[in-house]
């Protein structure tokens, strides 16, 4: 095993630039060199401590969900009931499938052995006996990628029954979805390993209390749990001093759209969104003003390019102006972008995406894209803009699952901070089709 200073965990020892998740090792994918940087050490230091004492540790980091809501990780599994009367699950989220988003597939191909690790220390943490990493169908690389590394941890004797000698037993499956964006959100997650339609449940019942079969069931991403592994082999106050405070760690930027060198880039939280956009992407082609970000996938409240200055990437600091860090998704558009296209595209995915369950969002989704197809076709109004923010309201919180929300949030804050601008594009693109 390495020293600390060069140890895969905490990559070339400096606090300002941890690469946690992806420290840029070559073959890291392969057991072997994995183990040799010193990979599985911390699933050997787990085991040796209480369960209830590693999700302290974790509890302890301030480590946040990386899935969208950025919910504490640690809290979340404090939510299992302890004793074995029931199965207990994890479930990680491989699915990744908002539009800006791409970032855990870097995880899948350069460090899928962290992400195994982190998945045997969350069981033996919750006391979970099976493990689901449920991935997108696309993503077919690098399901193949998984069950090559599962296949290896299992012949090294980290995965399967009485694991590194201990009385811990856990056992890995990968489960391929049929490439639906729904079955990202956790209960329609659960539905589709049960092999059942991509239907979200009403919660309550929780996951931790109802969830796969009706057992409890914990469901994390992949770039939360592969933190795991690091956190708990240095320690939750190593964590706790990366990045922001209030959601400490590195997260993994993807910035796409126009940027000079579209790419996922390891950060610490609460890296400035300017820094991210011109110094780690390169800046705009042709050094254009930027009109609009969306700082975390498409579903999240887009930010106006002339406020971008000293934003900050982090789940606290991006609330204070308006927004939310969802996947850590930086959507990019510079000043020609038209707005209406942009909001036609991504009304277009929602409406084809939403499971059709909840009328709000069945009938909504298929509304607001009317409405933007009308106003991309030359015949919309300036008072469409209202009307597409009624349909939005009504969709907003009406629903069983988050996925109403996301399609309405882009469309309302997109016409509440850019208003001018679109009612000018509206009535641009009305001009041109006469
Ligand atoms: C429509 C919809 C799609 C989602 N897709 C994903 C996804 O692809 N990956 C993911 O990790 N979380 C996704 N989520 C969030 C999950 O429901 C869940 O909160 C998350 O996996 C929890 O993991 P975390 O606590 O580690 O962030 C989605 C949520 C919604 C409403």
Redesign the pocket.
């Known amino acids: 095993m390495s020293d600390s200073t060069t140890h895969l965990y905490a990559q070339n020892g400096d606090p300002a630039f941890p690469k946690i998740v992806l420290p840029g090792i070559p073959n890291l994918a392969q057991i072997d060199v994995y183990e040799s940087n010193g990979g599985y050490g911390a699933l050997k230091k787990a085991v040796g401590m209480q369960p209830e004492a590693v999700t302290d540790e974790v509890k302890r980091s301030g480590l946040?969900?990386?899935?969208?809501?950025?919910?504490p990780?640690g809290l979340?599994w404090t939510f299992m009931p302890k004793g074995n009367e029931k199965p207990k699950y994890l479930a990680v989220?491989?699915?990744?499938?908002?539009p800006g988003?791409f970032k855990?597939r870097q995880i899948l191909e350069f460090n899928p052995h962290q992400l195994i690790e982190g998945i045997l220390i969350a069981s033996y943490a919750m006391g979970v006996k099976t493990a689901y990493i449920y991935i997108?169908g696309e993503y077919y690389k690098w399901f193949r990628i998984l069950e090559t590394a599962i296949a290896e941890a299992y012949a090294h004797g980290f995965v399967g029954e009485n694991i590194l000698g201990s009385n811990y037993s856990v056992n890995v499956y990968v489960h391929r979805g049929a490439g639906a964006?729904?079955?990202?959100?956790?209960?329609?997650?659960m539905e589709s390993i049960e092999g059942k339609r991509g239907y979200?449940r009403v919660k309550p019942p929780f996951p931790a209390q109802n969830g796969l079969w009706g057992n409890p069931t914990t469901?994390?991403?992949?770039?939360?749990?592969a933190n795991v592994p690091a956190i708990i082999w240095n320690g939750a106050e190593w964590f706790a001093k990366i990045g922001a405070q209030k959601h400490p760690g590195t997260l993994l930027f993807g910035v796409s759209g126009h940027v000079n060198k579209p790419g996922v880039f390891e950060l610490p939280s609460g890296t400035l969104l300017t820094d991210i956009i011109y110094n780690y992407a390169g800046g705009v082609p042709g050094n254009k003003k930027i009109k609009m970000v969306i700082p975390g996938g498409s579903?999240m409240p887009p930010l106006r390019g002339d406020q971008l200055e000293g934003v900050r990437m982090d789940a606290e600091s991006l609330k204070v102006v308006g927004s939310a860090i969802g996947?850590g998704g930086v959507i990019v558009m510079d000043e020609d972008t038209e707005l209406t296209n942009v909001l036609l595209r991504i009304a277009r995915f929602y409406w084809h995406?939403s499971c059709g369950q909840c009328t709000p969002c069945r009938e909504g989704t298929g509304w607001m894209k009317k409405i933007l197809q009308r106003m991309s076709d030359g015949e919309g109004k300036p008072e469409d803009l209202d009307l597409l923010v009624r349909v939005a309201n009504n969709i907003e919180g009406n629903t069983i699952?988050?996925?109403g929300?996301?399609a309405a949030w882009p469309v309302k804050f997109t016409i509440q901070r850019f208003r001018k601008e679109l009612e000018e594009e509206i009535m641009r693109q009305a001009k041109s089709a006469a």
Request: with cysteine; hydrophobic share 25%.
């Open positions: 946040r969900g990386r899935g969208g809501a950025a919910f990780t979340k989220n491989a699915d990744e499938s908002e988003s855990d997108r964006y729904i079955c990202g959100e956790e209960s329609g997650l979200p469901i994390n991403n992949v770039e939360t749990i579903s996947t995406e699952c988050a996925l929300d996301a």
